[in-house]
């Protein structure tokens, strides 16, 4: 998992990546990528809040986005 600072640093050097956000740093998201030269790049944004899922919920959640997650670093 990246931040959008730790994605854009990968990807100024050729190393596919993406962050994983929560939709309440989706406009944080979206500045700095654009900010960056990067408006448009894919991320994965997950629900908010997710801090009080269990652990058990957090797996299923997660387990929705791991086709996206492939999708993305291997494009």
């Known amino acids: 998992m990246c931040s959008v600072h730790d994605t854009i640093e ?7 990546a993406t ?3 929560t939709a309440a740093f989706h406009n944080a998201a979206e500045f700095q990528f654009r900010s960056k030269g990067m408006d448009k ?4 944004e997950m ?3 997710i801090s009080n ?3 058990s919920e957090m797996r ?3 387990l929705g986005y ?3 997650l492939v999708r ?4």
């Open 10 to 16: 990968f990807e100024k050097r050729g190393i596919p």
């Open 19 to 21: 962050a994983i956000i």
């Open 41 to 44: 790049h894919p991320y994965i």
């Open 47 to 49: 629900p908010h809040p």
């Open 53 to 55: 899922l269990s652990e």
């Open 60 to 62: 299923a959640l997660t």
């Open 66 to 68: 791991v086709d996206a």
């Open 72 to 75: 993305q670093i291997t494009a």
